[in-house]
Structures are given as C-alpha cells and as structure tokens.
Nanobody, 124 residues
Framework: HVQLVESGGGSVQAGGPLRLSCVASGSTVGPSCMGWYRQAPGNEREGVASKYSSTGSTYIACSFKGRVTISYDNKYTVYLQLNNVQVEDAATYYC??????????????????WGQGTQVTVFS
C-alpha cells in the first residue's frame, strides 16, 4: 500500500512561486505514475501535471503550460512548481500515484493512491 505525503502548501503571495513536494512510501517497486491535482471549493478536481516513472516523461495540462514545472528525484518523489501564483490558484493540492498506469495520464480514476492534500491560500 502506497502512502503519499505532500508538503509545501500554505500562504503564498500573488505573483510569487509555489513549490510543492510529494514523497511516496510503502512500495518497493514504486508508483508507475505520479501526478498533481487541485480542487478549489465548489470546483471539480483538476489535473495539473503528471510524470511517468520508467521513462521520466512528464505532462502538464494545457491550462498550466508556461507556469508549471513538474520534476522528481526518483520514482518515489514528485515536485510541482507553479509560478506567478494568482488568487485563482488557491485550492487544495493533491498528490496522486498509480501502480497500474503504463503511461502518462491525468485521469483521476486511473490513480489508486491519493495524498491528504495540502492547502494553498493566496494573498495579494
């Protein structure tokens, strides 16, 4: 069973960067794919970016291209940097992992492990 722990949330000044970290544990094999999602109150969960461990491939959702970087140290970690943070970026950010995916995906139902989420507020 994979456990995911996110860190790096909190209050961020508008215009500044946000950096989030996620570490997976509990699996000797490691997740095949890890991703970042966010959900603001009243909104659906939104995929931000994902990485596929075996190839190192990454994918950033269209609405975030140019502002988001996804990176990792190994198959157990994934980092998200969101630049030029706006008030609309306030949300709970979730790390997700899959032991089943054989390629990049941001379809929530294909992830079988989720972190508790880290809340991000934005002040101007």
């Amino acid at each position: 069973h994979v456990q995911l722990v996110e860190s790096g949330g909190g209050s961020v000044q508008a215009g500044g960067p946000l950096r989030l970290s996620c570490v997976a544990s509990g699996s000797t094999v490691g997740p095949s794919c890890m991703g970042w999602y966010r959900q603001a109150p009243g909104n659906e969960r939104e995929g931000v970016a994902s990485k596929y461990s075996s190839t190192g491939s990454t994918y950033i959702a269209c609405s975030f291209k140019g502002r988001v970087t996804i990176s990792y140290d190994n198959k157990y970690t994934v980092y998200l940097q969101l630049n030029n943070v706006q008030v609309e970026d306030a949300a709970t950010y979730y790390c997700a992992a899959s032991s089943r995916l054989t390629g990049l995906s941001l379809t929530p139902g294909k992830y079988n492990y989720w972190g508790q989420g880290t809340q991000v507020t934005v002040f101007s």
